[in-house]
């Protein structure tokens, strides 16, 4: 049988080709956002078997296996590994033009090296065994698997009260070369809603920063940007901000202390309230972002933990998420203009989860390029349920129509799996089959080194320019 991921998977033109192996291909990996375990990287983890490597975590997997009628157990229960797995494989063949069907072959391609077979339930004994034999090997652990797939460096995902300890170890370590930078991502700051929660959380930036907060939201303030130093020490140079909707809410400084100290002293603030403080420290945390020189993400339109009985069961990040809708053209057209008219609109990403947003976004980002900053605003990858083919042709063809492709900072793995880097291969060869193509039809000009150049560049030369990295 012919392997499914052939060398020119996705690739239907002789330009395509040409782009894809000797333009893309070659170029290593900076996967600016992530949510990998820095502690898994220190301790540079070893995998017992496939279905650890590939389950743990995996809520896309999650999601189509509750579909298929797999029981909880072998989900995200207790059921034993070798079972789970034997559950995943009877599954994969029913993702046909699921997104997951092209992940998981790419997966077993690279970087396990199995391309001759089909997962599926006659085929898994024998595919478990072989990947379970590579994931015994010293060179397929956590940092050997980086190794393997030409990672340079990896933004994980991480709360302003961590420690970073493991990214502090994983920096003095000279015998590893891959740099594992930490992201600030401080939605727990304006999570106010729980007050408990809130207070308890409050509680830890208190210890983290070593500033007694009180009920002052002026302490508060100086916590966060004590945090923020210390990120930046340990080489931040990214804040992560999620939002179901982006919040539009006038609040003055005096009426987010007010709301501050109501909730210190056990009050649960009205949703009104929760809008008002979450528009105020938006503000103040952009500002900050700008202060340090970060790239600031805001990732929008994702309504989280629909199902509240699995939520009181499992937690969240379990696959009970989805596509939110709503308004954001004021929010954002307010939020951005506020910060330019100061002077302290950082360079900033936007991801978009829903696609009826996606010319609203990329129409109000070019409102915001300042003429100094080569693509400082950007239009964020295809992100969650987007980051497969057609979210990613869509998201392509609106930045293309809309700014400069040439300009754009390109993909990343937003993933928890050491085995996803081959999301930047799908991308890659998405992004050569959309270029080579139109070089086929006329609508682009069949210049290998015009088109290469660009093809290069968002693979990986624009994002290693963009944020300011060292050493990179």
Not at 30 to 37: A, F, I, K, Q, V
Not at 87 to 98: E, G, I, K, T, Y
Not at 370 to 398: A, C
Request: glycine letters at 6%.
């Amino acid at each position: 049988m012919k392997p499914f991921i052939s060398e020119n998977f996705l690739l239907t033109s002789d330009a395509a080709v040409t782009l894809y192996h000797e333009y893309a291909k070659v170029m290593p990996i900076l996967d600016y956002h992530c949510h990998l375990s820095p502690q898994e990287v220190s301790e540079d983890r070893r995998f017992s078997n496939l279905a650890e490597a590939w389950l743990e975590g995996d809520h896309y997997k999650w999601r189509a296996m509750r579909a298929a009628g797999v029981d909880e157990q072998f989900v995200t229960g207790d059921g034993d590994d070798d079972e789970k797995f034997r559950q995943w494989a009877s599954v994969v063949p029913q993702c046909l033009r699921n997104p997951l069907y092209h992940w998981t072959h790419l997966e077993l391609n690279r970087p396990l090296g199995i391309n001759d077979r089909l997962l599926s339930p006659e085929t898994a004994a024998s595919i478990y065994a072989e990947a379970n034999e590579k994931l015994a090997l010293p060179e397929f652990s956590a940092r050997g698997i980086m190794r393997k797939m030409e990672v340079r460096l990896v933004c994980t995902t991480d709360d302003p009260v961590d420690s970073l300890e493991h990214h502090a170890a994983i920096a003095a370590d000279a015998s590893f070369e891959i740099k594992v930078l930490p992201t600030m991502r401080p939605d727990k700051a304006m999570a106010i809603a729980d007050p408990v929660a809130y207070n308890a959380w409050v509680g830890k930036l208190e210890q983290a920063a070593g500033v007694t907060i009180g009920k002052s939201y002026e302490d508060f303030l100086a916590a966060l940007a004590k945090r923020y130093d210390y990120f930046h020490a340990q080489g931040c140079r990214l804040s992560d901000h999620g939002f179901t909707q982006f919040p539009n809410t006038p609040c003055s400084e005096s009426e987010a202390a007010s709301i501050f100290h109501e909730v210190r002293g056990g009050a649960t603030p009205t949703p009104e309230q929760c809008e008002q403080f979450a528009t105020a420290l938006m503000h103040e945390l952009a500002v900050l972002n700008h202060t340090k020189g970060w790239t600031q993400q805001l990732h929008l339109g994702a309504i989280r933990n629909n199902n509240s009985k699995q939520f009181a069961k499992l937690g969240p990040d379990a696959g009970y998420d989805s596509i939110a809708d709503g308004f954001l053209a004021e929010s954002l057209s307010r939020f951005f203009d506020s910060l330019a008219n100061k002077d302290c609109l950082a360079r900033t990403i936007v991801y978009n989860l829903n696609p009826i947003h996606n010319d609203l976004i990329a129409t109000m980002l070019g409102n915001f390029q300042d003429g100094e900053t080569p693509g400082k605003m950007q239009f964020g990858s295809g992100w969650w349920f987007l980051d497969q083919r057609l979210g990613m042709i869509d998201q392509l063809n609106t930045l293309s129509n809309h700014g400069l492709l040439s300009q754009f900072v390109g993909m990343l793995t937003d993933s928890r799996s050491f085995l996803s880097y081959t999301r930047h291969e799908y991308f890659r060869r998405i992004l050569c089959e959309l270029l080579g193509s139109e070089m086929e039809a006329g609508l682009l000009p069949r210049d290998f080194a015009l088109i290469g150049k660009l093809v290069q560049d968002v693979s990986y030369n624009n994002a290693a320019g963009y944020f300011g990295f060292e050493g990179v």
